[in-house]
């Protein structure tokens, strides 16, 4: 179906470690955008503890990301972060006062002390969850790019041209459909009356998804047409599209049904597809230039070396299986219902 040259090999693999992120940092990232509904200390510390053996290992994902797309297409690392400095700063600050919120949070037993990283928690998570949805968007509806005199791609537009309707729509789904794995992620760690109410946010996460990811498609087939034109060369996609719609409709019937593994399950698969249709939409660009075509990012004009390329392939080959490895080691020894002891946060 596609050529599997290096350059879209690493396309795919990018595409790999994101989705990876999205599907394990997403789930921490929805509880921390549901830190402010749990009720009382003992309750916020379930849910805090629930990803606390769990949130670095899955920013692995995310520094693994940013190595490779340096590394594999400079280019197109350098255009969109010179495009988006202070939006990335914001982003770097929220990545770290999300983990300073997890760590100070129980270093002192006041209430005031406590509340106020609660929040920090909250409104970090937000950020990156949103930041995150806007640059998705920014990357499929475009940006302003030109080439520039010396055939280097320039940014012309300021922080307004970051956050347009379409994108910020991005961004707002982002965060409903963190928000939802989040609370399908805390049913599998939660008992009792917290369950129960987890249960009844998930219900209302998933609806108020339900509304943005048609809202958001809608929009994409309007405004962006050629979105579907590698769908309608390789027809066999839109069997991944018929998949991911199936297992989304899946998670309100093992909801309904009581079976919270299911439903997370559906909902990593909902999110695969996710990412994987953006992906499809995309290629072979890596950044979509608003203004003029011929100035889009893509993966021939933005790749290292061959030999780079290659290097960095069998570099993968060999650590990628490792991280597979620990991550399944990890989830396995911290399976089960979330317990406070001594050395909980």
């Not at 499929?140 to 010396?150: F, I, K, S």
């Not at 012309?156 to 609370?183: F, N, Q």
């Not at 009792?192 to 998933?206: D, I, K, M, P, S």
């Not at 498609?217 to 979105?227: D, E, I, S």
Request: aromatic share 14%.
């Amino acid at each position: 179906m596609l050529g599997m040259d290096l350059q879209t090999l690493w396309f795919f693999l990018l595409g790999a470690l994101i989705t990876g992120y999205a599907i394990l940092d997403g789930f921490d990232l929805g509880v921390g955008l549901l830190q402010p509904f749990v009720r009382g200390d003992t309750e916020r510390r379930l849910v805090l503890n629930s990803i606390g053996p769990l949130w670095d290992g899955n920013e692995v994902w995310l520094v693994t990301f940013g190595g490779a797309l340096f590394a594999a297409f400079p280019v197109a690392y350098a255009t969109f972060l010179s495009a988006c400095y202070l939006p990335f700063m914001v982003l770097m600050v929220s990545l770290i006062g999300r983990a300073i919120s997890i760590e100070f949070r129980s270093k002192a037993k006041s209430r005031l002390w406590r509340s106020y990283w609660d929040y920090s928690f909250a409104l970090s998570s937000f950020c990156v969850v949103f930041l995150f949805g806007v640059a998705a968007g920014n990357v499929m509806e475009g940006m302003p790019l030109v080439t520039g005199p010396n055939g280097v791609v320039e940014f012309r537009g300021g922080l307004g041209d970051l956050l347009g309707p379409y994108a910020l729509s991005v961004g707002g789904r982002a965060v409903l459909a963190a928000a939802m794995h989040g609370a399908l992620y805390l049913q599998l760690k939660t008992e009792g009356e917290l369950q129960a109410r987890v249960h009844r946010w998930a219900w209302t996460a998933f609806g108020l998804f339900l509304v943005a990811y048609f809202g958001v498609t809608v929009a994409t087939l309007v405004h962006m047409p050629n979105a579907i034109e590698n769908f309608l060369r390789w027809p066999a996609l839109c069997a991944v599209v018929a998949f991911g719609v199936l297992a989304m409709a899946n998670v309100p019937r093992a909801l309904f049904l009581g079976r919270a593994g299911e439903a997370f399950a559906s909902s990593c698969i909902t999110i695969t597809t996710l990412a994987f249709n953006f992906g499809m939409a995309l290629f072979p660009n890596l950044i979509v230039s608003s203004l003029i075509p011929e100035a889009s990012v893509t993966i021939y004009a933005a790749a290292s070396s061959e030999t780079t390329l290659r290097l960095m392939r069998n570099i993968a080959f060999l650590g990628m299986p490792l991280v597979l490895t620990y991550t399944t080691i990890v989830y396995w020894t911290f399976r089960g219902k979330t317990k406070l002891d001594e050395f909980s946060y």
